[in-house]
């Protein structure tokens, strides 16, 4: 079977923002254009291939919600199951970016490329960067061995597994700390340096569930003259896990170490994950609470909210049989 067709999802981001003058880059309005619109502006797409888009959503990235992540991952799985189709390319604000990105690999596992292609300049600016960035992933997309998602970004492919924004204006906005990208769009071919996200199986597959509300889980960091105030608050409040973004190796302010302990003893799931940029949190003999194994504070947020679903789909069926 040739794979004739790629799909492009539209979810807004500032790829699809406006301003009122082509010399403005940041006081513009997020998911203005259309996917279509936005697509009809992009020439060099290519022909020998059919061209599908969807409107999913039309938001500023910020406002991401796990309504809209259902309804993407579904899409995505519908569309992948289609035999014809070669892969997907969504357009996504960067600012979660790599939520999403991290969110679709672990519900979807995609077989197929998933590229998620965004711009830090809105599509009227004098040089917007998202029209590249479109055309970038479309070559990453129909690349023949492609598998699982991964983000495009000013000429440079990162998988979902470690993708994270680092810049707040510049075009090259996303790194894949100590990892390195999996490749570079160089005129049009991927340059590959190591394996598409699809073939690491870092972690057993989580699927998503309708019937199953997303459970509360949130992050909390440690700092100079943390308190234990926060994480009681919430615990009252019945949040069912916590990830706490420690200092360097994972560290925790004591205050905030003895709620959190008090937090997991009472059956709240807890991880530890670093402010760090770069590195990953090593395990120490005895240590009394888990570490995120590699993942940042958001992706560790993500992991244990579809952990905790899994959960409550089993126990919900376990009630019906
Ligand atoms: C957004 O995340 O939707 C706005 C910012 C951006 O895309 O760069």
Same mark, same amino acid.
């Given at each position: 079977m040739t794979h004739r067709k790629l799909v492009i999802l539209g979810t807004g981001g500032t790829i699809a923002g406006t301003a009122d003058h082509a010399s403005i880059n940041i006081g513009y309005t997020a998911a203005q254009v259309g996917i279509e619109q936005l697509l009809a502006g992009i020439s060099g797409l290519g022909t020998d291939v059919d061209f599908t888009s969807e409107q999913v959503c039309q938001i500023d990235s910020k406002d991401m919600d796990f309504d809209i992540w259902d309804k993407l991952a579904s899409r995505v799985n519908h569309f992948l199951a289609d035999e014809e189709v070669q892969g997907i390319v969504i357009t996504h604000g960067t600012d979660t970016l790599e939520e999403t990105a991290y969110f679709l690999q672990i519900a979807?596992? @995609?077989a197929k490329p998933v590229v998620l292609t965004c711009a830090m300049r809105p599509a009227t600016a004098l040089t917007p960067d998202g029209p590249q960035n479109v055309l970038d992933s479309v070559t990453v997309a129909r690349c023949p061995g492609a598998s699982g998602v991964v983000v495009v970004c000013a000429g440079t492919v990162h998988s979902a597994f470690d993708v994270q924004k680092v810049h707040t204006y510049k075009v090259d906005a996303f790194n894949s700390g100590d990892s390195g990208p999996i490749g570079y769009v160089e005129e049009g071919r991927l340059r590959l340096l190591r394996n598409w @996200? *699809? $073939?690491?199986?870092l972690h057993e597959p989580v699927a998503i569930h309708s019937e199953v509300v997303w459970p509360r889980v949130e992050i909390i960091l440690s700092h !100079? *003259? !943390? $308190?234990a105030l926060w994480v009681q608050s919430l615990v009252k409040q019945g949040i069912r896990g916590l990830v706490v973004a420690g200092t360097g190796n994972g560290t925790v302010h004591h205050a905030l170490l003895a709620s959190l302990l008090e937090a997991q003893a009472a059956g709240i799931r807890v991880t530890r994950s670093t402010r760090c940029l770069d590195g990953r949190v090593m395990p120490i003999p005895g240590d009394s609470i888990a570490d995120s194994k590699g993942l940042s504070p958001v992706k560790a947020r993500i992991m244990m909210m579809l952990e905790l679903m899994a959960d409550d789909e089993l126990a919900l069926r376990a009630k019906v049989a």
């Amino acid at each position: 079977m040739t794979h004739r067709k790629l799909v492009i999802l539209g979810t807004g981001g500032t790829i699809a923002g406006t301003a009122d003058h082509a010399s403005i880059n940041i006081g513009y309005t997020a998911a203005q254009v259309g996917i279509e619109q936005l697509l009809a502006g992009i020439s060099g797409l290519g022909t020998d291939v059919d061209f599908t888009s969807e409107q999913v959503c039309q938001i500023d990235s910020k406002d991401m919600d796990f309504d809209i992540w259902d309804k993407l991952a579904s899409r995505v799985n519908h569309f992948l199951a289609d035999e014809e189709v070669q892969g997907i390319v969504i357009t996504h604000g960067t600012d979660t970016l790599e939520e999403t990105a991290y969110f679709l690999q672990i519900a979807c596992r @995609p077989a197929k490329p998933v590229v998620l292609t965004c711009a830090m300049r809105p599509a009227t600016a004098l040089t917007p960067d998202g029209p590249q960035n479109v055309l970038d992933s479309v070559t990453v997309a129909r690349c023949p061995g492609a598998s699982g998602v991964v983000v495009v970004c000013a000429g440079t492919v990162h998988s979902a597994f470690d993708v994270q924004k680092v810049h707040t204006y510049k075009v090259d906005a996303f790194n894949s700390g100590d990892s390195g990208p999996i490749g570079y769009v160089e005129e049009g071919r991927l340059r590959l340096l190591r394996n598409w @996200p *699809g $073939s690491q199986n870092l972690h057993e597959p989580v699927a998503i569930h309708s019937e199953v509300v997303w459970p509360r889980v949130e992050i909390i960091l440690s700092h !100079a *003259g !943390a $308190s234990a105030l926060w994480v009681q608050s919430l615990v009252k409040q019945g949040i069912r896990g916590l990830v706490v973004a420690g200092t360097g190796n994972g560290t925790v302010h004591h205050a905030l170490l003895a709620s959190l302990l008090e937090a997991q003893a009472a059956g709240i799931r807890v991880t530890r994950s670093t402010r760090c940029l770069d590195g990953r949190v090593m395990p120490i003999p005895g240590d009394s609470i888990a570490d995120s194994k590699g993942l940042s504070p958001v992706k560790a947020r993500i992991m244990m909210m579809l952990e905790l679903m899994a959960d409550d789909e089993l126990a919900l069926r376990a009630k019906v049989a």
